[in-house]
């Protein structure tokens, strides 16, 4: 029963509290001095600090009440203190309730329980090389964590990203399963080295390369590379973080130029083993149509009778099909006291939307931490994947120009013509470069099969209490296999047939030792780490290739017996490519009463990649923090719960640039030759190919960045804003070289900038939070303004098109004042009366020439958003997302090939064209008529699900049904197939943007799933 003492009672205890605590004193003074107290025996007291999840708490301060004295724990959660056996300790960590311990024996488990609701700010956050509490953050980082991208089927890691984070855009190269994406972060900041964020998989930075091998040009160009990162299973990412600004990048010096992407697979955890199988059926289908002229109304057009070959065909509706995927998953979990275990294995089975088309991946993966001697003071950690994925592909090159593509063929074939002939094999289309795209589809084959093995592993000493000695050892081994077949065709690509081979033999291998020191001086709080790190790349290519091979079907398939016919050749020479990074690292942190935070760091990078002079880079950061709401003013405050400021200033680098173009090359050739003896035998001679640059040095990227991180209203609305200004110093580029130089261009950097900026915020709510009703809801967004300054030279052109008699036209140009790749053509003004189209004169001369192009705006959407919902009503749960874009344009290269010039060429043309009133004679110009803005709103994924408690049957904890779709509807004036789309069309290396050239289709899924749990 709960007693009240009131005031008078109290003052009456004091006196009598006062005697005992005297007398208690005396008697213990006159003890004999052989006679020990036990409570004043101190012993080494070793312990471990988990949450509630059975994770490490770091930073967690353990006290002895009877004695003040105060330790905290280190990475690993662990403390060691002196202590009376009987004594207690006190241990507290913001955010979590504080817990009173009494000391029973030498070792002490403590497990403790959050006192804040989700949607509060305290919580551990990854950062590089380790991790820290939400509050002490001085950075813009953002995490994810499992929970935030379960719906949907995602092959790859940056597809989780999508929409969930600001600043950060995904946009697909191709709908194809398992195609590259390009990832940018705050926007773009390099003209040739790439936008592309460094990936970092459980410590082990990947490399950007390719990884598996290139598609060799057998008539219809080179495929676009798939996506280095679809060798991971989704379902084993526990967490997705995001590193930002250049305080939260910098220590990953010389690749933090593009942000930092950290990606932590799942462990075990605390309480009974759980054994997990994921599963779901996916139904695809292509996201819409293109509105081209139907049979019927191809005839109305008043076209050549000749091009009516009374057929009836929609050749989309062939070359695309309702495909069907399976994915299977099983993992097993579970953590003891002194360890951890988890284990995975999946087979992912997803057929393209395209006939031929299909991506199957089988991996497997093991987490395992241990640890051992006294109080876990060696704890070792093994992460191992591996994965086997076998990919058949479509001749889709998006350098083939006009007629190696099978989509452009597909969508300008003439909808009279038929499918079959009358014999029932393949209508010959009797064109050049104009094929039935069926027919394309059966004489050609493109089978990749990719090797993949990530895995490293980490050892954590505890040295002294608070210092820690880390060891990292990762390896990253990959080879690949590419077959592609050209059969002998009716075309008049390589119609005697070729067969070649790619091989690829990727390695990466990573060495790093580091400290680390946590310790506490009363309010002062410091944490330390200085490392060294070194990172060695290699990679290995062989080609070799057949042609006049036999037809299909006669005899073996020259993938598996390439000397059976034919005539070998080697399409390609080999090659061999090796990198190292030696790398040194340091950074402080420093926390003043939980009030006052400054972060500083600093890595040295020595890259082979760079010339004599300039073989180290040096990268700093600093910033700063004020927790405003721990000041004594707001404690307490009804309305703000949580409050901090920051800013912060750093220096990334950019290392993504050709290997050995600091050195000189040269190469014999007959062009250089002379005449040595009287026999006039031509003597090859010296051409020089690569001028030397040994001061040549990394392109640097300098960010500003001011923030705030608020929790109002008892936590029901949290999030951050942000500020950021982001500067590219010193790009690379291959530009003209000065006079007297051997050769026309050079490899230097130069003093051009490349200015991003902008504002991004996050806003979340937990709206309703009881027993059975949970609903959250969380809105991003994020502008970006680019601007290229200072170009030494006048313009740099890139971004090339493709269409009949547009051979080297360029849509993207780079000059000073205007946006990185902004795009150049003619201005559209319209139809006359005769049916021609009208530019605009820009210098009035009274003709249409080059002179008269247009700057136009360029690619980059100014703003882009992220809408996210999850609602738990007892066993049913329903999560939402949308994406979206405005502010960016497109160049409808696509459309281009579809211009109204087709119908007098007996090819099919966009119905939006002949309704323009265009005459047929127009010839295809790249101009604005073809330049489309991109803004977009979409329903990325939706997903309802309900739980099964079975609580009855022993052996099974729960069943969870659920369906789900994904990219259900997008709203846009986009006439292409998908407004988020950019085909890589870079020209000398530099980088292309915006451009859409008969990409592989987006596809709309629905997913039937299940996860049970046992």
Known sequence: MYHKINSFTFKKLIPIALIFLVSHQVHAERLPAHYTVASEVKETITGNVTDQDGSSVEGAKVTVVETGETVTTDASGNFTVSAAIGQTLSISYEGYSTQLVKISGTTVSVSLSSKKSAAAIEEVTLVGYGSQKKSDLTGAISQLKAENFKEGMNISVDNLMQGKVA?????????????????????????????????VVDGVPLNNDPVSAQSPN????????????????????????????????????????????????????????????????????????????????????????????????????????????????????????????????????????????????????????????????LKVKVNLTASDIKETGIPNG???????????????????????????????????????????????????????????????????????????????????????TMYPNLTDRTPKGIYVQANLD???????????????????????????????????????????ISAQGSGIAPEINPGYSGTAFVPGAGYAQENELQSYFGRVNYNFDKKYLITASLRADGSTRFGMNNKYGYFPSVAVGWTVSNENFLKGNAVINELKLRGSWGQTGNQEVPNKITQASSSLTQASGYYLYSNLNLINGVSINRTVNPDLKWEVVEQTNIGADFSLFRNKLYGSLEYYHKTTKDPIL??????????????????AQIVNKGFEFSLGSEIIRNENFTWNFDVNGATVNNMVEDLPVSAIYSGEVSGPGLSGVTANIYKNGYEAGSFYMYNYLGVDANGKYIYEDLNGDGRIDQNDRKIFEGAIPNFTFGINSYIKYKNFDFAFSFIGQTGGYLVNNTALDLNINNLASDRNVLKSFYESGAGFTNQPQLSSLYLEKS?????????????????????????????SAQNVFTITDYTGYDPLVDTNKQVGGNQSLGIDYTTYPSAKTFILGATVKF
């Open 935 to 963: 803004d977009f709103i979409r329903l990325n994924n939706v997903r309802l699900g309900y739980t099964f408690n079975m609580d009855q049957l022993k052996f099974l904890k729960s069943i969870n049904l659920y369906v």
């Open 218 to 377: 057998v008539g219809l160009g080179n495929v676009q590379a798939k996506n280095p990162l679809n060798f991971l299973n989704t379902n084993d990412i526990e967490s997705i973080t995001v590193l930002k600004d250049a305080s939260a990048a910098a220590i990953y010096g010389a690749r933090g130029s593009n942000g930092v992407v950290l990606v932590t697979t799942k462990r075990g955890k605390k309480g009974e083993p759980m054994f997990t199988y994921d599963t779901y059926l996916g139904f695809s289908s292509v996201i819409k149509k293109l509105d081209l002229l139907t049979a019927g109304e191809y005839r109305a057009a008043g076209i050549n009778k000749l091009y009516d070959h009374g057929g009836n065909t929609d050749w989309q509706d062939e070359i695309y099909r309702n495909a069907v995927s399976s994915n299977h998953s099983v993992s097993f979990s579970k953590a003891t006291d002194t360890g951890s275990y988890f284990a995975s294995v999946s087979h992912m089975d997803q057929d393209g939307i395209v006939l031929n088309s299909s991506f199957k991946r089988n991996t497997a993966r093991i987490n395992a931490e241990e640890s051992f001697f006294d109080n876990k003071r």
């Open 398 to 484: 998006g350098n083939a120009g006009s007629d190696g593509q099978l989509i452009i063929h597909a969508l300008m074939a003439n909808p009279t013509r038929s499918v079959y002939d009358e014999n029932g094999n393949y209508t010959n289309f009797n064109m050049n470069a104009h094929y039935n795209p069926l027919y394309l589809l059966s004489v050609y084959s493109d089978k990749t099969n990719t090797f993949r093995v990530l895995g490293n592993t980490e050892a954590t000493l505890r040295i002294l209490p608070g210092l820690n000695y880390k060891f990292n050892l990762g390896i990253d081994k990959t080879m690949s296999e590419r077959n592609t």
């Open 506 to 548: 990727a390695y990466n291998v990573l060495l790093e030792h580091y400290l680390t020191y946590d310790f506490t001086l009363q309010r002062h709080n410091f944490s330390l780490l200085g490392g060294f790190s070194y990172q060695k790349f290699k990679n290995t290519g062989t080609y070799f290739g057949v042609k006049d």
């Open 734 to 751: 291959n530009i003209p070289s000065r006079p007297l130089s051997p050769t026309s261009n050079v490899w230097r950097n130069v003093d």
């Open 167 to 199: 600043g950060v855009r995904i946009v697909q190269t191709s709908g194809e399963p398992g195609a590259g994406v390009n990832v940018s972060i705050r926007g773009i900041g390099s003209i040739r080295s790439g936008s592309t964020p460094l990936f």
